[in-house]
Structures are given as structure tokens and as C-alpha cells.
């Protein structure tokens, strides 16, 4: 009787056939992979930019000024391309905010795609000018141009007090609005 002999490897087929399922499954869950990506970025984006705003809010309700600073009353000029400066007014203050209070924040974070995020009291969605911050998206592009992959919170349009903070007990009604797929162009540039 002949005995059978036992492989303590893989064939060259069975190699083959193992390479080929494997190959197909990362073909097929790849795409979905990077969606999944690019959704959790632009939800990491519009996390931190409700944080920011907040803080903004609460600079705004002490010293009546936005990052420049500029007045909360006069939406229309000024921007701030780095949310860590003195210029803005949330970390540190570079004695320009009367009754500051801060720092509203420890630190602005980059933005999920390594950029910087800003804040522009002159910023241009679709004709309208709002006080607006935001990260330029994946292409990090550009401080004069807001184009589709932008993410945007807009924090006021034309000459509008800022909303005030809730207090412990009252939620937030969420007045200003998240735009991420607006189109026009910011006037202001560094």
C-alpha cells in the first residue's frame, strides 16, 4: 500500500489562488476605505470647528472684536490665516482686545490635512460676505479662492451680533450654519 505524502507547503496554484482572493477583497474594499477617510477627515474638520467657533464666540461676547481684531459689527475686513497668533485673539492677545479674558482655547489644531485653519470677516460664498472660519480641505488650497472641498462655518452675514454662549442648562441652538460645498471667493489674502 502506498503511503500518501504530506506537503508542508503550498503549491504553486493554491499560491496563485490565495494571491488572486486577496488581491480581489483590497480591490474591493480599498475605494470604500478611502471614502470612509475622506468622510472621517471632513468630520474631524467640522468637530473642531464648532470648538473654534465656540471659543470665537466667547472673544467676541468680552471684547466685541473678531481675530484682527476686528469689530464683531463690521463684517467686511480683515482675516487671520494662523488661529494660534496674538492676531486672533484665542490663545494669546497681543493688547489690542479690550476686556480680554483668555485664552479661550490651549491650542487651534491643524487641520485634518495639516493646514491651518482660519478665520475671515471678508469671506465671499455665492455673493454674500460672511465673518466665516474654515480649513481650506485636502487641496489646501487657496486663501483667495473658497472652492468646493473648503470647510466652512459661517459665523455671520452682513452686520450681525454674535450669537451668544449658552449657559450650562440651555443647549446650543446651533445659529450659525455649516456650509461645505459653497461656492465664490475670499477678498482678503495675506
Known sequence: MAQLRRSDGLTILELIVNLTVIALL???AYPSFMIFQARARTATAQSDLRSIQLALE???NDTGQWPGPTE????????VWDLNSAEAGLVKA???FPN???????????DPWGSDYFFDANYNIGGTTYAAIGSFGPNGCCQNTHD????????????VEPAPIPGPTEPYNG???SDTKGKGKSTKGK
Not at 464683531?72 to 482675516?79: D, E, P
Open 175 to 177: 445659529s450659525s450654519s
Open 94 to 96: 497681543d493688547g489690542l
Open 100 to 110: 480680554w479674558q483668555g485664552p479661550y482655547l490651549n491650542a487651534v489644531p491643524k
Open 148 to 159: 468646493a472641498d473648503n470647510v466652512i462655518i459661517k459665523l455671520t452675514e452682513g452686520s
Open 72 to 79: 464683531v459689527s463690521h463684517v467686511g475686513s480683515g482675516a
Open 58 to 60: 466667547q472673544l467676541a
Open 26 to 28: 483590497t480591490a474591493i
